[in-house]
């Protein structure tokens, strides 16, 4: 199904995302239970959807398009996506769009003052530095080259004793008393529902 042209029954279509992003967080937490040398694998699937969800979830509130418990406050308003598609390929080198990084960007000049919704990732200090620690993280479980390597040792592991990624998961996180697979995830369910639905937060 593509998400972002199909709203179904869930409702609008950042509504179907964030349920195809949910949907994807149980099927490998189930994977997992039985399986523990894909703990790489599951984070890997899961952080990829979640990033799909942000960037569906960005075009349709930058055209002002909410869903049934939130409308977007905008002080600039794109007549469609692909306005804002163009807008962003006419300004990128290349044909690699680096959405996130965009999103960061455009999300401060979008949004009425206080009312960004992605202020829960990109003005959250601490959860923007986590963020930015699973993107290493994912980064180096699909390229394993010696430049994802040395950002995945130095951000994620903290220059301590090389772990692949898939040990490193299923590690203790001290402070959460979880694997680190569970920390991640949690954070990104979190983030995830609060984009889905900030009013509560702005």
Known sequence: M????????????VEVAYEDFKQQVLFWVNKIQSNDDIYDLAFFKIFVKFE???????????CGNGTSEYIPECKLTFTDISHFERLVKSN??????????IMEKFSK????????PFDCIFADAELKDLY???????????????????????????QQ?????????KKLHR????????????????????????????
């Not at 593509?2 to 279509?13: F, R």
Request: hydrophobic share 30%.
């Open 161 to 169: 004793q090389f772990q692949e990624p898939n040990e490193h998961l």
């Open 175 to 202: 402070s959460s008393n979880a694997s680190y697979f569970t920390h991640y995830i949690t954070a990104i369910e979190k983030a995830a529902s609060v984009i889905k639905n900030p009013s509560p937060f702005l």
């Open 92 to 101: 990128s080198r290349g044909s690699f769009i680096d959405y996130l990084n």
């Open 109 to 116: 000049e979008v949004f009425k003052n206080h009312k960004n």
């Open 52 to 62: 799909k969800f942000l960037v569906i979830t960005f075009k349709e509130y930058i």
């Open 2 to 13: 593509n998400v972002e042209t199909n709203p179904n029954e869930y409702g609008s279509i």
């Open 132 to 158: 930015n620690k699973m993107r290493y993280l994912r980064n180096h479980i699909a390229h394993e080259s010696s430049e994802s390597k040395d950002k995945y040792h130095r951000f994620v592991l903290n």
